[in-house]
């Protein structure tokens, strides 16, 4: 019942759709200053999460792949975060390609948390989950009304009936 208020429901999508702006702003305003401001730099962060001890005990594997493949490529990851965040927010302020971006943003908000920085992580993922499981609803009020209809009758042809088109 409460699943199909989150998928199906009109209240809900303008309800998620406050929810989706206030995630997208978070997402948006923390990586517009990353790529605005000074050049950004996260291997001082990724140098942090190879020394904390926590991370060390708690999530070995992880602690390796930072160690040996995201401080050697230090730049690379600069950069994916910094527009990582700036485009999970654009999707999810204009509502556009929101599921996706809304999974895009808690996998960050996982690696920051594995990485030992609590923050608002844990809040972002709460509220992310209700944007996720509302699928579709999510960005009704936003750019995918139009951009998903588009990608499944233009990009998809054929493989999807008439009937599934319009019931999204």
């Given at each position: 019942?409460?699943m199909?208020?989150?998928r199906?429901n009109?209240?809900a999508?303008g309800?998620?759709?406050v929810?989706?702006v ?12 990353k790529i605005?401001?000074?050049q950004f730099?996260?291997s001082?962060y990724?140098?942090g ?8 005990e708690t ?7 930072i160690e040996?493949?995201a401080l ?16 999970v927010?654009l999707g ?7 599921t996706a ?5 808690m996998t960050?908000n996982?690696a920051f948390?594995?990485?030992?920085t609590?923050?608002?992580n844990?809040?972002?993922?709460l509220l ?14 936003g750019g ?6 588009y990608i499944?009758?233009?990009v ?6 008439k009937h599934e088109?319009?019931?999204?």
């Amino acid at each position: 019942m409460f699943m199909d208020f989150l998928r199906n429901n009109k209240i809900a999508a303008g309800i998620l759709t406050v929810l989706r702006v206030y995630i997208g702003w978070q997402w948006l305003s923390a990586g517009w200053g990353k790529i605005t401001g000074e050049q950004f730099d996260a291997s001082g962060y990724l140098m942090g999460v190879v020394n904390n001890e926590a991370v060390i005990e708690t999530y070995p594997t992880y602690h390796a792949f930072i160690e040996n493949f995201a401080l050697p490529n230090a730049g690379m990851f600069s950069f994916m975060v910094a527009w990582g965040e700036v485009l999970v927010g654009l999707g999810l302020v204009l509502g556009v390609l929101t599921t996706a971006a809304v999974f895009f943003g808690m996998t960050m908000n996982f690696a920051f948390m594995f990485a030992g920085t609590v923050s608002t992580n844990p809040w972002l993922i709460l509220l992310s989950i209700f944007v996720i499981v509302a699928g579709y609803n999510a960005g009704r009020y936003g750019g995918d009304r139009w951009v998903i209809p588009y990608i499944r009758t233009v990009v998809f042809k054929n493989k999807f009936t008439k009937h599934e088109v319009q019931a999204a």
